[in-house]
Structure formats: C-alpha cells, structure tokens
C-alpha cells in the first residue's frame, strides 16, 4: 500500500509538473510582441514565475481536495486532529527551498537588468557596485556574434510636462517621433525638466523612471521593426494621460533617409495635446476652473512640422 501512494504521489507530481509548464508556455502569449533583445529574457523569466505558481496553485489544490474527499470527519465529530508538530524535514524544505528560489529568481532579473545597462541610478539609490567591464544591450542571437556590437545611436530624450521631444545629435535633429534603427544597440539619454516621468514602451519591456536634475544612459537593441506607442508610466500632473509619441523601428537605410530628411526642415513648434486641451479649458471656463499646473510650451522640432 506504502508503494502504491509513494507511485500515485509520484504520477500527481509529473502531471502538476507538465500542465504547470503548459500554462507557463501560454505565458508568452499573454505579453506584447517582443520588440527588443531583453523582451526575449523578461519573457523567459515571466514564463519560469508563472510556472512556479501555477505548480504550487495546483499542488496546494490538489491536497485541499484530496483532504476534502479522503479525510472528512463523520457526522457529529468535534474532536480535534492530531496535532503535526516537530517535524524537521518539512521546516528545512520549506525554508530552504523558498529561499534558493527567491535568491535565483533575484540574481535572474539583476542578470538583465545588467544587460540593459541602465547608468546614472547608483548614485540616486546609494549603491556601490562597480563593474570591471562595461555591460551592453543582449543581442539577437547570429552565427558569428561573439562580441557585443558598439552603439550605433544615440539619442537625448526629453521629457516635460507633458510632452516627448527627441534630438538626435548626429544630424541636430529634434522630432516629436523616436525613430530608431533596427538590430543595431542605441542608447538613450533620458531626462527630465520638470517632475518625475517615466519611459514606457511596452513591446521594449522597458519601464524607465526619469529623475530631474539627472541624466539616465540605457542601451538596448530593437529587433521587430514596426510602430509602437511611448507612454508616460508615471502619473506627472492633469495631463500625463495624454503625454505619449510614436516609437518607429526601421530600416538602418530607412533610419539614415528619415534623419537626412528632417534636418532639412526648419524647427517649428510641436501640436502638443495638452496646450491645446489646456487653452480649450481656459476659455470655456475663462480662467475659472480647478487649478491645475500649465502645460510646459512646446518643443520646438524639425520633425514632424
């Protein structure tokens, strides 16, 4: 009988083990196309925590139920059970195993958040961890690629309340777009005028608080050209809801036309959302409406105009 639970616990714990790394494969689905290289190991990592806790959701199911159907008190019984105290492999399994799981899922996420390479935050959160090397964006994986790629752009971005302004230094170009070559590392220059903003893109899996008064490096690498939409994931005043841009990723050859042709065009002010929607408020209510702080005025761009 001892064989028999010890083969049935086992069977128990293979089928919890294969529909828990089903439902972690069907994670991927749930998240947005993967537009840049680390999207690829936020999702690996995602994918590993869903599966943990779909294992320990249907683990701990499967024993309520098991307890429901196998071992109910009869009818009339108010006698407490035998009381299970004392046993020390069960306190080290669920201490130990908690806490290597933990320190990995740990060492994984700082593993990325590494490779993402974000600069200019050690000093903000008073961490001293210098490294020998410096850390560059992951790759799209290639047959001869053993050595990271140089950074291919650079780009300033600028945030305000409440609107994206973006200059390209090569060409002295600002646009209100961010365009950005595909397969090749950028780094952005992130920083802010006024409050706290934050750079959201979320097909990059990128999610990045800009501090005033600071400037943030990251280099990261797209992979899947196509349009995206930039957000405002810090709530930064009345308007933030409408502080977004267009992200495009292209071609190198389409990146270099678009740049060649925008520093051809004169800068003019931006249509900026929020100044329209704040001057629209302004004379319907003729000044007399809740206070609220004025939209910062726009940048002025060659592209679009």
Known sequence: MKVFMSLLLAIAIALDMIASHWVGQQAYSWMPSQGTAEAQQVDNLFSFLVSIGTFIFIGIAAIILYSILTSRA???????????????????????VPVLLVTWIAAQSYMIYQKINIQGL??????HLPLEEPVYAAEKPTENNNNPKPVAEEIEVIA???????????????STELHLPVNQNVRL?????DVIHGFYVPEFRIKQDIIPN???????????????RLRDSQFSGTYFALMDADVYV???AAYDRWLTK?????????NNQ????????????????????????????????
Not at 122 to 127: F, K, N, Q, R
Not at 189 to 193: A, E, I, N, P, V
Not at 214 to 228: C, D, H, L, Q, T
């Open 214 to 228: 600071r400037s943030i490096n990251f280099v990261f690498a797209p992979i899947r050209e196509g349009k995206y």
């Open 250 to 252: 292209e071609s190198p």
């Open 189 to 193: 220059t992130l920083q802010s005028l």
């Open 262 to 270: 925008a520093a051809t065009q004169s800068p003019t002010p931006a």
């Open 122 to 127: 050690t000093p903000i959160a008073h961490l």
């Open 274 to 305: 929020a100044v329209s929607e704040y001057k629209k408020q302004v004379q319907k209510t003729r000044g007399s409406f809740w206070p609220t702080v004025k939209p910062a005025p726009p940048p002025v761009v060659n592209h679009p105009n």
């Open 74 to 96: 009869p009818k009339g019984d108010f006698s407490h059970g035998h009381p299970a105290r004392g046993n020390w492999k069960i306190e080290v399994l669920w201490v130990v």
């Open 160 to 174: 305000k309340q409440w609107s994206w302004s973006f200059r390209y230094p090569r060409q002295n170009v600002t």
